[in-house]
């Protein structure tokens, strides 16, 4: 199964290049929207997922000032474009409503002339959020398959230019879903060639098909975690990605008790030394993220174990060479 390399043309990453505010610590006030805070910044080092409580019958969503801020679009929530700037880009098209039907994944498409940057947005029912890069090719054209969640989706499209910033709202629904427990997602930059998502259930080890959630076990097919022969408490691997940027996403409902672990993978030489991402995990009412910071091709980024029920997270910056056993992944026993 060959892992192709797909590139878009969008060379800068995260707020840097827009020339926007991209110092997370000075979060603007709304509404100021041109005013970007930047969702990707690495090495802010604030909402340090470790210091997540870890009292063992705390499963209710922790206070609003504790989770982290990725919203790229504060406090615009009407369905439909809202510019802010001039010399806007051009948005087809404006979907202000989209029904999505049984799915977990949904392929936004359309147009943005003029933009230089693009972000999404997806905040779930259930205060559920991810976020990551748009690519934009050639005109502004794009497409990227992004994780909705289950019922109704509050879906933001930021496409920026050097003086002006649009968002499109679009409300996304759902149907004949779950609103699983576990939600891991990745996103990287440009550098990164085909990162790879990892959920590795409780004894498990990295690319064993049986206990590892990976794109060899859990994209056209399911391991059976949980209880045997019980298909709905089995992983999946529901969006898949291999060039820049991503994302992918892992979701899970009705864990088995124990630790999980999340890792990620550099799989292609082709990637950058410096690619920088991060994992976005939505577990059970909490947000978490973790940075993940050059991140080597053949080299294994521990990010987080995961105590279910507890539902807690133990934010790691583990890092793993295996470039020295490396066949189709990483063939060290991990974690
Ligand atoms: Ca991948
Ligand atoms: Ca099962
Ligand atoms: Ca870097």
Same mark, same amino acid.
């Given at each position: ?16 290049? =827009?020339?926007? @505010?991209? %110092? ?13 805070? %930047? ?5 802010? $080092? ?10 063992? +019958? %705390? !499963? ?20 439909? =474009? ?19 039907? @049984?799915? !977990?994944?949904?392929? =936004? /498409? $359309?147009?943005?002339?003029? @933009? ?5 947005? *997806? ?31 509050? *879906? ?6 050097? /003086?002006?910033?649009?968002?499109? *709202? !679009? ?9 699983? +427990? ?11 060639? +085909? ?42 691997? %529901? ?11 892992? *979701? ?8 999980? !672990? ?5 799989? /292609? ?13 939505? =577990? ?26 507890? @539902? ?10 295996? /470039? ?12």
């Amino acid at each position: 199964m060959a892992h192709r390399i797909h590139t878009l043309a969008l060379s800068c990453w995260a707020g840097a290049c =827009l020339g926007l @505010a991209c %110092d997370v610590e000075e979060t603007p006030a709304p509404p100021a929207p041109v005013e970007i805070p %930047d969702p990707q910044g690495w090495d802010d $080092g604030e909402d340090d997922p470790a210091e997540e409580p870890d009292a063992p +019958d %705390d !499963t209710d969503p922790p206070p609003p000032d504790d989770r982290p801020d990725i919203d790229p679009a504060p406090g615009i929530e009407e369905p439909g =474009l809202h510019d802010e700037g001039t010399g806007c880009p051009t948005v087809t098209p404006a979907d202000e409503h989209i029904d999505a039907g @049984a799915v !977990t994944a949904y392929q =936004l /498409s $359309g147009s943005a002339s003029g @933009a230089s940057a693009a972000q999404f947005y *997806v905040r779930g029912r259930n205060q559920e959020e991810i976020v990551g890069t748009i690519p934009l090719g050639a005109g502004g054209d794009y497409a990227v398959t992004v994780p909705v969640f289950c019922g109704d989706n509050i *879906v933001k499209r930021v496409f920026t230019n050097a /003086s002006c910033a649009v968002t499109l *709202v !679009t409300e996304l629904v759902t149907t004949e879903c779950i609103d699983a +427990d576990l939600r891991v997602t990745t996103v990287w930059d440009a550098g990164g060639a +085909d990162w790879e998502l990892h959920l590795v259930k409780p004894g498990g080890s990295i690319n064993d098909n049986a206990t590892d959630c990976t794109w060899t076990s859990c994209v056209s097919v399911r391991p059976d975690w949980g209880v045997a022969g019980d298909a709905t408490d089995d992983p999946k691997k %529901d969006v898949d990605w291999l060039g820049s940027y991503g994302p992918e996403n892992i *979701v899970l409902d009705g864990l088995e008790p124990g630790v999980y !672990t999340v890792l990620v993978e550099h799989w /292609s030489s082709a990637g950058s030394a410096d690619s920088d991402g991060r994992v976005i995990i939505n =577990l059970a009412g909490k947000l978490i993220v973790i940075d993940i910071e050059d991140l080597a091709p053949h080299q294994v980024w521990t990010a987080a174990r995961i105590t279910w029920p507890e @539902a807690t997270v133990e934010a790691l910056a583990d890092v793993h060479d295996c /470039s020295s056993n490396w066949s189709g992944g990483c063939r060290d026993a991990l974690p």
